[in-house]
Structure formats: C-alpha cells, structure tokens
C-alpha cells in the first residue's frame, strides 16, 4: 500500500466531513466531530481493504472507486448547491436540470480517477475507445443518478420533517449510492478491464 493512499482517502474523507458539517450546522454543534472522525475513518478504511485485498483483489479496488466516487459525489453536491443557491429554487424541472448539469460536470473528471488510481490502468493504447466506453456506462450511470434523486424530491418530497435543501442532498447522496452499484462493475469488467 502507497502512502498517497493514506493521504487521498485522508483528504476526501476531510472533505466530506466539511460538507455534511455545512450542511447539518443547523442540526447539531457537534457535526464538527466529524472533521475528526471522518479521515480517521477513511484511513482505517483504505488500509482494511488492503489487508482483505490480499485475498480479494477487487475491494481494494472497490475502496479506492468508492473514495473517488465520494469526490465526484461531492463536487456533484458542490455545483448542485451553488445551483439551488444561485437560483433559489430546489425543486422541479429546475432541480432535474441542475442535477443533470452538476452530475456531468462532476463526471467530467473521475475517468482519470477511477483509470490511474482505483483501477491502476495506465494503458495509453486504445483510449479513445476506452474514454467512449467510460462516458456510456457514466451515461446510464447518469440516468440511474438524475432518476433516483428526481423521483425522491418531486415524486416523494421531503420526508421526517427535513427541508426541500436538506431532502435534495439526501436525495443527491441517495442517487450517487445507486449509481456506485452499476458503475464499478461495468467500469471493472467492461472499461478498465485488464
């Protein structure tokens, strides 16, 4: 195991911890907590799937695809917010094309993520195809996304008392969850196979 693999997992698992403290202030002072807790996690985390992984080759991989993920997720949920801010509007039509917008745009950059780190390709032959076949499966990856956070904010609407700006990060949260179960499979056994 890298250091680097430390250092990512520590980063990302920091950032998210600010994000869920911005976004529960409200709640609890004691969200803060997980400014600590979080890349305590995420440290701990990496180096569980390691150990499994002298076994299970795939979860070490899973892990890594998962904290890029949870860096997509959050710039996803980054653009979505500064959207709902910008426009002050968090439900409707408007939230379905300002999820879509967010989703590509935090898209965008996770194939260098997922092809250089979580899948350790670096196979320059054949990337035209590849990048081809990486924007198909994050399009259906797309749909899954934009479908299951839609039908929870305008179908379901907010639930347990929430606000539409809190219901719409869970339902954000709640769409990238469901999007992580096809894209790293079809990314593992279709885009990055080996």
Same mark, same amino acid.
């Given at each position: 195991?890298?250091? %680097?693999?430390?250092?990512?997992?520590?980063?990302?698992?920091? +950032?998210?911890?600010?994000?869920? !403290?911005?976004?529960?202030?409200?709640?609890?002072?004691?969200?803060?907590?997980? %400014? *600590?807790?979080?890349?305590? *996690?995420?440290?701990? =985390? @990496?180096?569980?799937?390691?150990?499994?992984?002298?076994?299970? +080759?795939? @979860?070490?991989?899973?892990?890594?695809?998962?904290?890029?993920?949870?860096?997509?997720? %959050?710039?996803?949920?980054?653009?979505? /917010? +500064?959207?709902?801010?910008?426009?002050?509007?968090?439900?409707?039509?408007?939230?379905?094309?300002?999820?879509?917008? !967010?989703? *590509?745009?935090?898209?965008?950059?996770?194939?260098?993520?997922?092809?250089?780190?979580?899948?350790?390709?670096?196979?320059?032959?054949?990337? =035209?195809?590849?990048?081809?076949?990486?924007?198909?499966?994050? +399009?259906?990856?797309? *749909?899954? $996304?934009?479908?299951?956070?839609?039908?929870?904010? $305008?179908?379901? =609407?907010?639930?347990?008392? %929430?606000? /539409?700006?809190?219901?719409? $990060?869970?339902?954000?949260?709640?769409?990238?969850?469901?999007?992580?179960?096809?894209?790293?499979?079809? &990314?593992? &056994?279709?885009?990055?196979?080996?």
């Amino acid at each position: 195991m890298k250091n %680097l693999d430390f250092i990512i997992s520590i980063i990302i698992s920091f +950032l998210t911890a600010v994000y869920f !403290s911005f976004l529960f202030d409200s709640i609890s002072p004691y969200i803060w907590g997980l %400014l *600590l807790v979080f890349p305590i *996690l995420g440290a701990l =985390g @990496i180096w569980i799937a390691y150990l499994i992984s002298k076994k299970y +080759l795939f @979860i070490y991989q899973f892990a890594k695809f998962a904290l890029i993920g949870t860096m997509t997720a %959050l710039v996803d949920l980054v653009i979505l /917010n +500064l959207l709902i801010f910008a426009f002050g509007i968090a439900v409707g039509i408007s939230f379905t094309i300002f999820k879509t917008i !967010s989703f *590509l745009i935090a898209f965008s950059t996770k194939y260098f993520g997922d092809k250089f780190w979580a899948f350790t390709d670096d196979k320059m032959i054949g990337i =035209g195809r590849q990048i081809g076949m990486f924007f198909g499966v994050t +399009l259906v990856g797309l *749909l899954i $996304n934009v479908v299951v956070a839609s039908l929870m904010v $305008n179908w379901l =609407g907010p639930q347990f008392g %929430l606000s /539409n700006k809190v219901w719409a $990060n869970i339902a954000g949260i709640s769409a990238s969850l469901a999007t992580i179960i096809w894209n790293f499979p079809a &990314y593992k &056994y279709l885009v990055f196979k080996k």
